[in-house]
């Protein structure tokens, strides 16, 4: 007789596409179904129960089969604690460790269902019981590991929320949706945008922008500046790039030698580029720079004017770089970890490095704006699950005075 | 009270995607729906079936819902006859007319469904009740309406069948996926496409192939004439400039100036593509060129020898065009169309322009291979919900070199 | 003795590369070369004489090379009058016929030079040498060529004139770049650009935009319409697709179904489409439609209102198409052709087909802009060799309002 | 009177361009200039010479145009030594300190012109003047200056030698070109890449390959695994994500947890790969996992079995990382630094962040190949001013086998 293994669905479960995603799982995997119960949400607003029996050939067939549907929302009518095994060495997690979704996850710990805290994706479950009056859990990334840490294994006792189809219809931001056009109407979409910075600030809420140095380039620096200096950015995610060109262009007026307003390239300009990073090396750090007047306008100037705190990640295609840069990947890492967390709403622009680190931080549940002028970029973007995410193929040239224009000018 | 209507659902409705679809439809147009009866398919293989009651504020809202219902795969419980009203003039159809998707359709006359032949997207639907011994229903693009063909007009008595999601797990074509990943391994795609070809053939099908200038300036052609000469490929659609390339590095050995072997640029090469313009046009076309001798290989040449038939659409960015250009747009349409309901497999070789051409003019149910070097371009031609279809983003002239080596030397 | 000539070169000869560009055809194509006298131009603005004697293995090869020198530039020390040939047939040219440049361009007919009207690449010249009291020289295209058309062959007695590097220094307009760069800044760019149309317009010029369908769905189509009325558009090219959308947005507020203002996709609005062309054919025509009343608003509205004419050039990927698309490619060309001769600025907005098409009419010296996301459309738009070009990889659907806020708005 | 300075020019300057972007130079930055003398190549082989006397209005606009002619190759009649100065702290340099250009490079030094060692783009020069017979010149990039390095300032007594175009006609290989074009045959191109690399090793020369992740996915890693086993790649330089994806495809047979083979995405592939880092950090490093028989084929497993030499560079996008990845970004610089400078031919694969890396570092002499999907990639890559390059816009899935096949199977 076959393994045999009972599941529950419950909530908009057809038209959020899970009910079909878990048939789907269990006949793509070669297993077999029966529905010992549906009830239909008969209503618009009336959610859908579905009990089914999932049977395999084998044990390790079925396992695999439950987990995958534990990953898409069902939950084990008989559920059993998590197994948790002891980390044996600092950055070494057991065998078989669960690693995680970017979804809200629980995992049952003496009959309880705990809330894990800080998720993200690509981690391993941490659970703390001592020391504390009830137990926790939360994610670490693999070098955070320490020997002896309780690491969560196998497939059981997790549990796995993936975000429900919004029930109001139209809206610009999609539903986990992957792909990304450019047939839609640019103004009316920067619209929308601006509206979500707007209204996430009235919430209380915290934007961060995610920056590339295209932005500088393009000539949008000044007015990504006045969004900062307007407090609808909370923080700043960039690289060592980012930074020199937006210093360069208030040092110079140039950007990678090329005069921003101009257009002209001065001779001699594209040393600019080096003898910024030597200038603000000689003043001791972007900080000191500002205080120094040395840097009188830009991005970093309004971040230090009005204490919007920034994080510039280091890569290994930077000059110089700045004393500000933290060169050290697992430590950059770490930093943009905090702004993730902290983010209600995140935009991203104009740069894939920096936007895959902070999106490889980010919940299912952060609200996600993408800009870019290459349809891979956007779409590779869009494809981490987010389940509220704008992706826009424009020219961020075009864009940043056109959003800021709607959030500042016309406010 | 609110209208209300009863639909009926029936298939793999829920794994398909159908279901979701469908309830999605009545919340985002504002009506509601009541469930009456659902049986559920318990097994991997049984069928689904679900009926229920809509209802919408007004009338026009209701019917609405119930078309869009219609064009998702339900069906009215209490079917109507479709309504017929006679074309006012030639090229111009009723203001209401149903306009088709490229599914298969029914349209319900005098209580009889009739199968509309030749599915195409974007046309209208003629009935023809007289001379025949049986109602006959068949697309008609909007060029091709004549005065007082009695087109099908509204929403009622017209069914749609949207594919189903196989039953067999993974398979290299995708089911109605727009998106297109360039993370496949290249290989094994070419492999899974060969065998697609391959099958295609065994089973006495119909391989038609759309070919771009980039097929010849690539070093593809003689790959892909050896798949012409092989009998792999049934049909050519393409431009006057994929012809005059294909003939140029016949005539010169050289594709728009350069030499394809040693990608040297003869000086005066930039001219062989206006020569062999003229060159063909003094033979008096094509075939007169390949019986004169004048030309001795490429793909055009193996057409001629082998009796595979071409189709060369005119545009308005064509030099010349040679004398076997179809410069009229509708005229070359029509040609295209007939390739396109005899098709079996198509394969779309780098070209937007003749692949949106034939695509616009394929059923669902055709199976797809497009690749193309611009993601952006694949992404597109994918888009039109195809059943069963491989979009790749490849480098042609290594494409057809691999797909030849695959279908030719390893057989 | 290796068979010698000798050619002379002047002007800007250095500066502009046209004196490297010779002894660089020279060196490549097997020949040798000495300079025999040297006059440079010691400042400035004085330009350089240099003469020098090339000889080749064969006479052939020697011809090969002083035809390659003529093209860049080099005139005979001592030139015979071009060879003139009559076409053996309609559309047939005589074997060894000139194929032009779309450089300046003179005959040499009876010791005098005579200028070529209407030059444009890859065409024929044909003299005229009766009924007019001088002679007179034209391109024909190889379509267009009658029988007994007197057409230049061979590679004598022609002068080519390629442009010259301007001599002011900096100037957003290009000379003779095929790259393009996105990393410029897209304000100044667009005030550059608009300077360029104010300019044109103020000196009386043409201006010409070609359009494809994204301008419409990237919700530019009431900016190029107020472009339009405001008078800084003296013709539109494009195709029956952008026709049909700029008349869906007025009839219906959609474009591809996508409402241009919310976003939302009302149901059934991808069948706006197809009915916005069932409704103009009933119209019997764009004109029509708006004396009619039907049509009120939107780009092809503002072209009938104000007596800016229009090309729509039909194309195989056409639905419908309206009455007033030329289905005839070589019909559309020569509209295009009209066009494009009648131009002073050229600005092509998101359409690869259309541009490609007006710029194969071009004159090297017809200024051009070029707007696309796609950097590959504006770097295959921008290799066909202007004097005067500026590409920029941007957002049609923040371009449009930019550029008529500088234009219109700020004037 | 105005401040005038004698330069001269020397060489192959009229066909490399080099007198044209010299004369362009100097009335772009508003000076003036008189030909003294002129000494024409007046044969083939012959070289150029030329001297003129460069005027401007003022004293530091003549040394800003003399100081660009000389990174264009031009000398001073008179040339005075360098001045240096001594950097006053670790890592900050004196403010007018002289960034380098990645040509071959002279400083002059009491009377003698000192050859510049390592020569690098955007770095300082140091000159070491103190225990060693004769002075010697090196780059340092700036994090490397430490406090009282003679650094060179100004723009007295220093040359750069741009490379001159290659007499030899046509190659495969581009001169200084930064375009590229993806219209060229791919067999061809690949056949000439070939022959670029087996004459490299016949030469003795060091074969560097970039690699990016998508050569795994891509299902290139294989060929590129051969290439390294049969000696034809003598140093990798790649990132985690690399690393990572060739040791799961060993472990697992996925990439991203998609077969390579079958294209099936198992499920739980997606964890394969952080299981594939959790299980390499267990193991200690990819060299004892290969020791310890965990690792069994793949490029990391040849580079190890064959003592090739790799440097995994570290990124905020890692996962894990794999303990064998440099974390600092100056220290994995620095390691990337001593392949580049070790390489006489550069295969960039797939990858535009470690290209940029390594191409930073490179001289303008290194012979580099680039092959991406995506055009910009390879346009960026190729705008650094390499003399010898060959820029390929094709898929690394299909490009590796081909190669592989050129090199190994038809040896």
Chains 1, 2, 3, 4 share one sequence.
């Not at 060495?89 to 710990?109: I, L």
């Not at 693999?142 to 497939?155: F, R």
């Not at 910024?276 to 972007?286: A, K, W, Y």
Request: aromatic share 4%; glycine share 10%.
């Amino acid at each position: 007789m076959s393994p045999t293994r009972t599941v529950e669905l419950e909530g908009h479960i057809i038209d959020s596409g899970t009910m079909g995603r878990c048939f789907g799982v269990v006949m793509d995997m070669g297993g077999s179904f029966e529905v010992e119960e549906f009830e239909i949400g008969r209503h618009k607003n009336a959610e859908t129960y579905c009990r089914m029996k999932v049977s395999a050939d084998s044990e390790p067939t079925l396992q695999e089969i439950v987990h995958e549907l534990h990953q898409n929302g069902a939950t084990l009518s008989d559920p059993a604690d998590a197994t948790l095994e002891a980390a044996p060495d600092d950055a070494v997690v057991p065998v078989d460790f669960y690693s995680t979704t970017n979804h809200p996850t629980y995992v049952r710990y003496e009959g309880e269902w705990v809330d894990v805290e800080n998720v993200e994706m690509d981690c391993a479950i941490v659970v703390e019981t001592e020391g504390s009056e009830a137990p926790r859990a939360h994610t670490k990334v693999l070098n955070a590991i320490d020997e002896g840490d309780l690491v969560v294994t196998g497939d059981t006792g997790i549990r796995v929320e993936p975000p429900e189809r919004p029930r109001d219809g139209d809206s610009a931001f999609g539903f986990m949706q992957g792909g990304v056009s450019s047939e839609r109407p640019s103004e009316s979409l920067i619209g929308e945008i601006a509206d979500a910075v707007a209204e996430t600030k009235e919430e209380g809420g915290n934007v961060l922008a995610v920056c590339g140095p295209a932005v500088v380039h393009s000539g949008g620096a000044d007015h990504l500046a006045e969004l900062v200096r307007e407090g609808y950015v909370d923080a700043i995610s960039a690289g060592n790039g980012f930074a020199v060109h937006d210093i360069e262009r208030d040092l110079y007026g140039t950007s990678l030698g090329m005069d921003v307003e101009t257009m002209e390239h001065p001779r001699k300009g594209h040393k600019h580029h080096i003898y910024t990073i030597s200038e603000i090396s000689r003043q001791g750090g972007i900080e000191q720079a500002v205080e120094n007047g040395a840097i009188q306008s830009g991005v970093m100037y309004e971040c230090v004017a009005n204490n919007v705190p920034y994080v510039l990640a280091g890569s290994i295609r930077d000059d110089g770089p700045l004393p500000d840069t933290i060169t050290d990947s697992i430590e950059a890492q770490n930093a943009i970890r905090e702004q993730a967390r902290d983010a209600d709403l995140v935009i991203m622009l104009a740069t894939l490095l920096h936007s895959v680190a902070v999106g490889n931080c980010l919940p299912s549940t952060t609200k996600l704006v993408c800009v870019d002028i290459n349809p891979s970029t956007v779409t590779q973007l869009m494809d981490r699950g987010s389940a509220q995410a704008i992706g826009m193929v424009s020219d961020i040239g075009t864009f940043l005075p056109m959003l800021a224009d709607q959030l500042v000018d016309e406010k």
